[in-house]
């Protein structure tokens, strides 16, 4: 959420974009917050709005996209993580997966620089994350969006990273993906992933 700009630090710097915390007003935290694309455990659908309405929402943040653009933009996100035949239906009416994916879309429908991830494969198949991984490898290389993921599974830690930094026992270690052996951490990180779940499905 400090990536994010939603919280602030209460030390050290951070910096956006070449711009340090300290150095940005509420104007320019407004335009930081539109270079960047962010989805945690509980970030949700409106649940009176179809998907298609909900997904566009991310358009506001785009302000430079002209009509023609905007649509072209929600169609094409929405055929790439197979919604588009939903498109008119509200959240309750679609599936745990799809309803995910729709989230994912309305952060990327903005085009971000940087989008923040956390434990995108929790509780999603194999099929659905692997078209999620797929759409933004894509992103990844057409527009030129990095992408930060926070995860306790080695696996997908694997499957996404360029390097990796582990946080483990208030220590902070770094590593180039090739030199990472997610053995190390996979005990506590098998302990933190079950209890995330159970968080996520409210027990």
């Known amino acids: 959420k400090i990536c994010a700009t939603l919280i602030s630090p209460t030390g050290g710097q951070i910096s956006w974009f070449g711009q340090n915390s300290d150095q940005i007003d509420g104007p320019g935290l407004?335009?930081?917050?539109?270079?960047?694309?962010f989805v945690h455990r509980e970030t949700s659908l409106i649940s009176n709005?179809?998907?298609?309405?909900n997904?566009?929402?991310?358009?506001?943040y785009h302000e430079e996209m002209v009509l023609e653009q905007s649509h072209d933009r929600v169609t094409e996100l929405l055929k790439q993580f197979e919604l588009y035949e939903y498109r008119f239906?509200?959240?309750?009416?679609?599936?745990?997966?799809?309803?995910?994916?729709?989230?994912?879309?309305?952060?990327l429908v903005k085009k971000p620089q940087l989008y923040l991830l956390e434990h995108p494969s929790l509780d999603l198949g194999e099929r659905v994350y692997s078209l999620l991984l797929d759409v933004?490898?894509?992103c990844s290389i057409e527009d030129g969006c990095a992408f930060l993921v926070a995860s306790i599974i080695p696996e997908v830690i694997n499957r996404w990273g360029d390097w990796v930094l582990v946080f483990d026992k208030g220590q902070c270690h770094h590593f180039e993906v090739g030199k990472f052996d997610p053995s190390i951490y996979r005990e506590s990180m098998k302990r933190r992933g079950a209890l995330l779940s159970r968080e996520?499905?409210?027990?």
Do not use: C, H, N
Not at 30 to 37: L, N
């Open 89 to 107: 239906l509200r959240p309750a009416e679609l599936t745990f997966e799809q309803r995910r994916l729709a989230v994912y879309a309305r952060e």
């Open 49 to 53: 709005m179809t998907i298609l309405d």
């Open 200 to 203: 996520w499905r409210g027990e």
């Open 30 to 37: 407004y335009k930081v917050r539109r270079r960047i694309g």
């Open 136 to 138: 933004f490898k894509t």
């Open 55 to 60: 997904i566009s929402l991310g358009l506001q």
